[in-house]
């Protein structure tokens, strides 16, 4: 899927001016996810999102995002989004597929994390 065909109705997210965002981003395939940050930050500032209220720490990879993503929590922002990529062919697709996204995806539901957005 491509995010040019997926369309975000900005009508649907609240105004953000008098949040504390936290943004936790993968640096592995960074050329994807420095886009998804870019793009993040974009839609944040277009609904009145303070930049000085945005929080942004980096993790390795994919894998990390849900430690970075606990750490953030600590800080006390109101909002924690993750940006990670994970690319077929780059990972055995049994260790993907079976064990590593499941297990993400069960840690950050656990943490909060519960509105996931994927690009395949």
Known sequence: MSTES??????????????????VVSRWNDSITDNLLKGSI???????AAP????????????ELVFGCRKMQKTGVD?????GSVIRGETNILILYVMLLPMELKILMFLGIVQLFFVF
């Open 6 to 23: 997926y369309k975000v109705d900005s009508n649907n997210i609240p105004d953000a001016s008098n949040l504390k965002i936290g943004i």
């Open 42 to 48: 974009d839609l944040l500032k277009s609904k009145n």
């Open 52 to 63: 000085e209220n945005i929080q942004i720490i980096y993790v390795p990879g994919s894998f």
């Open 79 to 83: 909002v924690v989004i993750a940006i």
